[in-house]
């Protein structure tokens, strides 16, 4: 497969490891963090941290869409199913997702209400051309690189008068999650997490370019590379890290150069800039309450506004007790110091966000990381 | 002489008709339609006899019996249908215990409102799969149900087989140290499925490897009748039938991704919807587990057989408390293959 099997071979990962172990140096560690649910996927199942020296560890982030969404939200897609009765469309992933009260979507689709799974927003837009006398709304979740495409299907519903279509939004923004981070009491106050530097978001970033971290790069003395996410650019990018760290630079580099560019894709920003703006704030699964961290739906378009057209409850869940997903999403603890991590919360039946996804920090841990980090016995 | 009177003065519209309640009634509909379309095309001396049963003499020794219920969507996709589905699925069941298939049963479940054209596709196309097999439909039934408490047409298909003397080939025999062999290229069957669905069409060469691999098995079992497991990765993959065999086994397996066949097509469909090959359902493939000394002889018979041209072995059976499948990446590190949580959806970003 072109322009894949290149950034996986082995030849080159030997070498890229070889360079890594003579170039970091043995009397410190790098913590690195990668941010995107996307790097934590390659890095386990490629087997990644097998080629990496024991001080070169990684850190995962909340970079996973499906993992932030707090239950809440989650419960008021159920209330639009049940209550308004409105065909739902979503990403595949979502459905499993644990709301309040051991539900989730999937369950809501087995009772019989009307959950769709699908592959862009355009099929939500054809569902709502073929059933005009329902209401459809599509559940939009993601970082940077999903909003375009709900920004493309408000404006084409706008276009053609599509008066049953709306959209619930969940945009978050990575700049802001990531600043949030370094700000936690944790980083910077306790000391406890040591994050040395972060691997940049790679499609996020083709979107927005590498230019809304330089702030905080500067700001907070950290070193970003924008990695691809094939397994060849996670290690290159790891030695651009730790050439970083050893001559004491904090600067943003891009590695994935064959995609990201400083600026972005103009294109989308326009179009995500005329359909939504900031919201004043929205709570995170994990890092609670983050201030400008997330898009709504401008009032030119508010007609598609599932939130506006819809009254929705407002729900106070509570993750499940014991649940450390929120600081594994910090990178304040790691799956396996999770008391519920493979006892109770497995694959099969989530009791948090991060074993939903694929690209949760427990669900990769678990399918592809469990026999060397084997669960830990709880005293 | 005077002329025959025909059973049923018109002939069955099999093209704008539709399966409506009186062909479940067991009245004069249904016997047309069985007539007319079942047996037509799945034609042979036991069918005809037109018994609620078929009656055949049986051999000395072990039988195994199968059963398999076809519901897949879309019916018809690049390379098959559920009819010819339904034939190879069956007679594969059958034969991954090492035994010679002989007959087979079918019973349909039909939605009011199917059109009777789909389903004389579908039926001749079992007729050919079944004819071509050489293992005959001997019996079956027709149940027509209301509209919207079915999805078109449902297929259930038992089939028997014959198990040769000498032959205990079981899931739970994998041993320490046997070798694993793969039949051919992984993935295309699922790829096949999912390039066809509704809201997923895209393009490609890729057609479904679904095939009846019963005489690949009897090549196998001649050459090597001490096979310890023989099993097809259907559903859930290659990834999920080796797990199936690890836990049944109480061992671990190795595998080596490098010489796991995928063809380019299938590999890059997967990236594209960020699915794993090794957990894509396959239907003309099979997982053979045996000692070291039979790998060799049975790869060299598998390679003689149309439907294992690429056989490889790909991996090793290990002592493992956990029962873990674990695998050498091509990219040099390893990782746990593990059972599929859920169904295999689509990651996000």
């Known amino acids: 497969m072109k322009y894949v099997d290149e950034f996986r071979q082995h030849k080159l990962a030997k070498q890229l490891a070889a360079a890594i172990k003579d170039e970091s140096d043995p009397s410190r560690n790098y913590n690195l963090m990668e941010f995107c649910g996307g790097h934590t996927h390659a890095i386990f199942r490629y087997g990644v941290q097998d080629l990496m020296p024991e001080n070169v560890k990684f850190v995962h982030g909340p970079g996973c869409p499906v993992c932030v969404l707090p239950i809440g939200r989650i419960d008021e897609?159920?209330?639009?199913?049940?209550?308004?009765?409105?065909?739902?469309?979503?990403?595949?992933?979502?459905?499993?997702?644990?709301?309040?009260?051991?539900?989730?979507?999937?369950?809501?689709?087995?009772?019989?209400?009307?959950?769709?799974?699908?592959?862009?927003?355009?099929?939500?837009?054809?569902?709502?051309?073929?059933?005009?006398?329902?209401?459809?709304?599509?559940?939009?979740?993601?970082?940077?690189?999903?909003?375009p495409p709900s920004a493309v299907a408000i404006q084409q519903a706008d276009t053609e008068g599509l008066k049953n279509f709306s959209l619930f939004c969940n945009h978050v923004l990575t700049p802001a999650a990531i600043q949030n981070i370094l700000e936690s009491p944790e980083v910077r106050e306790i000391g406890s997490v040591s994050i040395d530097g972060f691997f940049g978001p790679s499609h996020v970033s083709s979107i927005i370019g590498s230019r809304p971290y330089e702030f905080f790069a500067e700001e907070f003395q950290r070193p970003v590379v924008i990695a691809g996410f094939e397994p060849l650019d996670v290690m290159q990018s790891a030695l651009m890290l730790i050439r970083q760290l050893n001559e004491g630079r904090y600067e943003v580099?891009?590695?994935?150069?064959?995609?990201?560019?400083?600026?972005?894709?103009?294109?989308?920003?326009?179009?995500?800039?005329?359909?939504?703006?900031?919201?004043?704030?929205?709570?995170?699964?994990?890092?609670?309450?983050?201030?400008?961290?997330?898009?709504?739906?401008?009032?030119?378009?508010?007609?598609?506004?599932?939130?506006?057209?819809?009254?929705?409850?407002?729900?106070?869940?509570?993750?499940?007790?014991?649940?450390?997903?929120?600081?594994?999403?910090?990178?304040?603890?790691?799956?396996?110091?999770?008391?519920?991590?493979?006892?109770?919360?497995?694959?099969?039946?989530?009791?948090?966000?991060?074993?939903?996804?694929?690209?949760?920090?427990?669900?990769?841990?678990?399918?592809?990381?469990?026999?060397?980090?084997p669960v830990q016995q709880s005293a | 002489m005077s002329a025959v009177v025909k059973r049923f003065p018109l002939r069955l519209d099999t093209r704008s008709a539709r399966v409506d309640m009186t062909h479940g009634s067991g009245g004069r509909a249904m016997a047309q339609l069985i007539d007319e379309l079942f047996v037509k095309h799945l034609d042979n001396a036991l069918l005809r006899q037109a018994n609620d049963q078929a009656a055949f003499d049986v051999t000395a020794?072990?039988?195994?019996?199968?059963?398999?219920?076809?519901?897949?969507?879309?019916?018809?996709?690049?390379?098959?249908?559920?009819?010819?589905?339904?034939?190879?699925?069956?007679?594969?069941?059958?034969?991954?215990?090492?035994?010679?298939?002989?007959?087979?049963?079918a019973g349909f479940i039909l939605e009011e409102g199917f059109p009777l054209a789909d389903l004389d596709r579908i039926v001749a196309s079992m007729g050919k799969a079944a004819n071509a097999a050489g293992v005959p439909v001997v019996t079956g039934d027709t149940k027509v149900v209301e509209k919207g408490k079915g999805d078109g047409i449902f297929i259930t298909t038992t089939g028997i087989g014959v198990v040769p003397e000498g032959v205990r080939i079981s899931g739970d025999q994998a041993r320490p140290g046997d070798q694993i062999l793969l039949s051919g290229s992984i993935g295309d069957h699922g790829v096949a499925i999912m390039s066809s669905r509704e809201n997923l069409e895209f393009e490609t060469s890729i057609e479904s490897d679904a095939a009846s691999l019963h005489r690949l098995v009897e090549r196998m079992v001649a050459c090597a009748p001490s096979i310890h497991c023989l099993r097809d990765p259907t559903r859930g993959g290659v990834a999920t039938t080796l797990n199936e065999l690890a836990m049944q086994?109480?061992?671990?397996?190795?595998?080596?991704?490098?010489?796991?066949?995928?063809?380019?097509?299938?590999?890059?469909?997967?990236?594209?919807?960020?699915?794993?090959?090794?957990?894509?359902?396959?239907?003309?493939?099979?997982?053979?587990?045996?000692?070291?000394?039979?790998?060799?002889?049975?790869?060299?018979?598998?390679?003689?057989?149309?439907?294992?041209?690429?056989?490889?072995?790909?991996?090793?059976?290990?002592?493992?408390?956990?029962?873990?499948?674990?695998?050498?990446?091509?990219?040099?590190?390893?990782?746990?293959?593990?059972?599929?949580?859920?169904?295999?959806?689509?990651?996000?970003?």
């Not at chain 1, 592959?119 to 073929?130: G, K, N, P, V």
């Not at chain 2, 069941?93 to 090492?98: H, N, R």
């Not at chain 2, 035994?99 to 087979?104: D, F, G, I, K, S």
């Open chain 1, 253 to 373: 580099e891009n590695e994935y150069t064959r995609v990201v560019s400083r600026e972005g894709n103009q294109k989308a920003q326009l179009r995500v800039a005329d359909v939504f703006e900031l919201r004043r704030s929205f709570e995170w699964r994990g890092l609670g309450t983050v201030p400008y961290s997330a898009l709504k739906i401008k009032k030119t378009y508010q007609l598609f506004d599932a939130e506006k057209r819809f009254t929705l409850p407002v729900s106070q869940a509570k993750d499940v007790k014991g649940c450390e997903c929120p600081s594994i999403l910090r990178g304040a603890k790691r799956p396996t110091d999770c008391k519920l991590f493979g006892t109770v919360c497995t694959p099969e039946n989530p009791m948090g966000s991060c074993m939903v996804s694929s690209e949760g920090a427990c669900a990769a841990y678990w399918s592809y990381g469990r026999f060397r980090q």
């Open chain 2, 61 to 105: 020794g072990r039988m195994v019996m199968s059963v398999d219920g076809h519901v897949i969507s879309p019916l018809f996709f690049p390379g098959g249908d559920i009819g010819s589905l339904s034939v190879h699925g069956t007679i594969n069941d059958v034969a991954m215990s090492g035994a010679v298939p002989r007959y087979l049963s």
């Open chain 1, 77 to 147: 897609a159920i209330h639009l199913v049940e209550a308004e009765d409105v065909i739902l469309c979503t990403y595949g992933d979502l459905l499993r997702v644990p709301a309040s009260g051991r539900n989730s979507l999937i369950k809501v689709k087995a009772a019989g209400g009307d959950v769709r799974m699908v592959y862009s927003t355009q099929d939500a837009l054809r569902i709502a051309r073929e059933n005009p006398d329902r209401e459809v709304v599509f559940l939009a979740i993601g970082f940077e690189t999903t909003t």
């Open chain 2, 249 to 349: 086994s109480q061992v671990g397996m190795r595998l080596i991704e490098s010489d796991i066949p995928v063809k380019p097509a299938v590999a890059s469909a997967c990236e594209l919807l960020g699915l794993d090959p090794l957990y894509v359902a396959n239907e003309g493939k099979l997982i053979c587990i045996c000692s070291k000394q039979d790998a060799e002889p049975l790869l060299s018979v598998m390679r003689e057989d149309p439907l294992g041209l690429e056989s490889r072995i790909i991996g090793e059976v290990v002592e493992d408390p956990h029962h873990f499948v674990q695998m050498e990446t091509l990219f040099g590190g390893s990782r746990v293959v593990d059972w599929l949580s859920g169904e295999q959806l689509p990651r996000i970003c």
